[in-house]
């Protein structure tokens, strides 16, 4: 006759494991209501509503508005004089030839090539400001996706804590039934009991961690913070066929920082080229007309220039200020440049990693584990071997199958980088 305690663990390891398959179809996250949460949805609405967005198309459309400012050349001066009587007020004063009404007028004229060197440095500022507007859509785009794939890491998380907590009320469950007919230590139970806790705090963890990804996704799309999230969809393994090569080019062809970086030297340049220009004097060209009492109206005509006397202390110092901002220009290119590979390359390989290490949960470790735990049930419902090597089983299955989960979000995540990087469609 069968034991009431072999009897217990037939029935538990039927349970356990065929409870799991039930427990996902009643799993409350994966309930049509309410509605998954679509990544195209969220990344289209920050990209409509996000603030730091909208922000950098105003700054452009500023810029912009600076590049005929630039061109433009100083504005005209009128100047209105009278020399003669004050009582009655503004009367010439007969028989002097001191006494008159005067109307001036002046404009000064930049030397050749100034106003078009001002021009274009205003165009390359205006250039290098729209890049911000990419940068900030790329970027958004990937703080959204790599938070939409926390969530479903963490989602999946709760989920397999869920599930794992049947599982294990019913390991320690036959655990009181094996200590209440003295084939376990009571040392059993409470381990048990102590795994229960764990996952209840790991579970509490998760949830406060959701509400914190709630708080961001929503932050990005501009809308209040407590605004509640609904589970998201199921996500799926994208695949990579670029090599890092091809990567690293389609950055440097197309990345937005190095790109301003780029049109920044260009306007340094530029700014070397009016420095210089800056040498040669500017000229005004004036027109006066006088009235007399008496007397004939005169007209006059006059010429100025500018003479760059401190050209040692001022000219000359503002080119050399100009050469250093340039160097300066280039070496931050350099850099960028530099830090862009780097970014590629760190982004590839956590990629290339997190695939492996899928394919290591999937192929391997998973079942491997699974038919570890199912062994050790067996051994433990003969005796074979303790509540503690069971535990320990139960344990790892748990854990990798968080990591599966886990890995899947972060090779998503760092695919939603490199897009970021590259401007690349890869997350799929």
């Known amino acids: 006759m069968i034991s009431k305690t072999r009897l217990a663990l037939f029935l538990f390891a ?26 195209a949805d969220v990344v289209r609405e920050a990209l409509d509503r996000n603030p730091e967005i909208q922000e950098a198309r105003r700054n452009v459309d500023a810029r912009r508005a600076r590049i005929p400012q630039a061109k433009a050349w100083p504005d005209p001066t009128v100047t209105l004089g009278y020399g003669g009587n004050l009582l009655p007020p503004y ?15 002046e404009q000064t004229i930049p030397y050749p090539g100034k106003t078009r060197l001002r021009g ?67 040392q059993d139970v409470i381990q048990a009991q102590l795994e229960l806790s764990r996952l209840t705090e790991r579970q ?23 605004s509640p999230v609904g589970p998201v969809e199921e996500i799926r393994q994208s695949a990579l066929p670029q090599t890092m090569e091809e990567l690293q080019s389609a950055a440097v062809a197309s990345f937005p920082v190095l790109k301003r970086r780029q049109l920044t030297t260009e306007r340094e340049q530029l700014a070397v080229n009016l420095a210089r220009r800056e040498v040669r004097p500017d000229f005004s060209v004036g027109y ?109 299955v748990f854990e990798y199958e968080l990591n599966v989960h886990q890995q899947l979000a972060t090779h998503e995540k760092a695919l939603a980088r490199l897009e970021e990087l590259t401007g690349l469609e890869l997350v799929r």
């Open 14 to 39: 039927i349970l356990a494991w065929g409870g799991r398959t039930s427990a996902r179809a009643e799993d409350p996250k994966t309930d049509p209501s309410p509605p998954p949460v679509r990544l």
């Open 288 to 396: 006066t007309y006088m009235q007399r009492d008496g007397m004939p109206d005169m007209y006059g005509i006059t010429f100025s220039t500018s003479l760059p006397i401190f050209r040692r202390s001022k000219q000359d110092q503002a080119i050399r200020e100009a050469a250093y901002s340039l160097e300066a220009s280039r070496r931050g290119e350099a850099n960028q440049l530099t830090l862009l590979r780097y970014r590629v390359k760190q982004d590839f390989l956590e990629a290339q990693a997190a695939a492996r290490l899928l394919g290591l949960y999937g192929q391997a470790l998973v079942p491997q584990s699974k038919l570890a735990l199912e062994s050790s049930l067996a051994s433990y419902e003969t005796g074979a071997i303790d509540f503690q090597a069971v535990l320990g089983n139960f344990t790892t």
């Open 204 to 226: 509490t963890m998760l949830e406060q961690t959701r509400q914190t990804l709630e708080a961001q996704l929503n932050s990005l799309r501009d809308l209040p913070v407590d």
């Open 120 to 186: 274009q440095i205003a165009a390359r500022e205006a250039e290098a400001e729209a890049t911000t507007i990419e940068e900030a859509s790329r970027r958004i785009t990937a703080e959204v996706k790599q938070t939409y794939f926390d969530l479903y890491s963490t989602d999946r998380a709760l989920a397999t804590i869920l599930l794992d907590r049947q599982v294990l009320q019913k390991l320690a469950k036959v655990a009181e039934i094996r200590y209440s007919v003295g084939k376990a230590a009571q």
């Open 91 to 105: 009367t010439l004063m007969r028989g002097d030839p001191s006494s008159q009404r005067q109307f001036m007028a």
